[in-house]
């Protein structure tokens, strides 16, 4: 099992940037894949952002070009870096780990989840 604190979330103005980290304890950092999921009030939550444990990069269409994702395994950290935000960015953003290889942008491929941080874009 692993367990993931997530941080850096905020309060920013349109057309600002915020990055967002989670850290990850437990089992190894690299053997995982990690995602970032979203939350928005009254909505499912769906799928942000992933990277793989090779490092490849996967993005939802309404992100894609204003966040980017990295890892740095030896900190044993994720981060989601979050530019050009919009009002309909703000959510609760969850960081996931998903062990071997799975779909990416499927809820269900990750087994372990951090508690959310709060990101909210003002206009």
């Known amino acids: 099992q692993v367990q993931l604190v997530e941080s850096g979330g905020g309060l920013v103005q349109a057309g600002g940037s915020l990055r967002v980290s989670c850290a990850a304890s437990g089992r190894t950092f690299s053997s995982d894949a990690m995602g970032w999921f979203r939350q928005a009030p009254g909505k499912q939550r769906e799928f942000a952002a992933a990277i793989s444990k090779s490092g490849y990069t996967y993005f939802a269409d309404s992100v894609l070009g204003r966040f980017t994702i990295s890892r740095d395994n030896a900190k044993n950290t994720v981060y989601l870096q979050m530019n050009s935000l919009r009002p309909e960015d703000t959510a609760v953003y969850y960081c996931?780990?998903?062990?071997?290889?799975?779909?990416?942008?499927?809820?269900?491929?990750?087994?372990?989840w951090g508690q959310g941080t709060q990101v909210t874009v003002s206009s």
């Open positions: 996931a780990a998903a062990p071997g290889y799975r779909p990416l942008a499927v809820m269900t491929s990750y087994n372990d």
